[in-house]
């Protein structure tokens, strides 16, 4: 078994793209940091703030993400959603993904 240490960082560098696609399929729907946070969190994927907020500004400078401020509540806040062009990347990664699945699959001798 690999010691701690490598085994996290072996798990942050195969997490790391997995957390793209996932902020796209989520913001689908609009949504903003801290509630996609908590989401992310409750679907599997821990991401911490520091790393959440430069890529999703990241994300939009890349024109995958569009964002809105609410003033309308006691605190303003930034909602971001998927563009089109966030769409079909996130369309392209998940068939790619689901490639990838089938082949680590039939690489453990799974169907």
């Not at 902020?23 to 989401?39: F, S, V």
């Not at 609410?70 to 971001?80: C, G, Q, V």
Request: aromatic share 8%; hydrophobic share 40%.
């Amino acid at each position: 078994m690999p010691s701690d240490e490598l085994l996290s960082a072996h798990l942050q560098e195969l997490r790391r793209g997995t957390v793209v696609l996932a902020c796209l399929l989520i913001l689908k729907q609009p949504n903003y940091g801290y509630a996609l946070l908590d989401l992310l969190d409750r679907r599997g994927f821990a991401v911490d703030a520091n790393t959440l907020y430069p890529l999703l500004r990241r994300l939009e400078k890349q024109g995958l993400l569009t964002s809105d401020w609410n003033t309308e509540e006691s605190r303003p806040r930034k909602f971001y959603r998927t563009s089109a062009e966030g769409l079909a990347l996130a369309d392209t990664l998940s068939h790619d993904w689901d490639a990838l699945h089938a082949a680590f699959r039939a690489l453990k001798g799974e169907s």
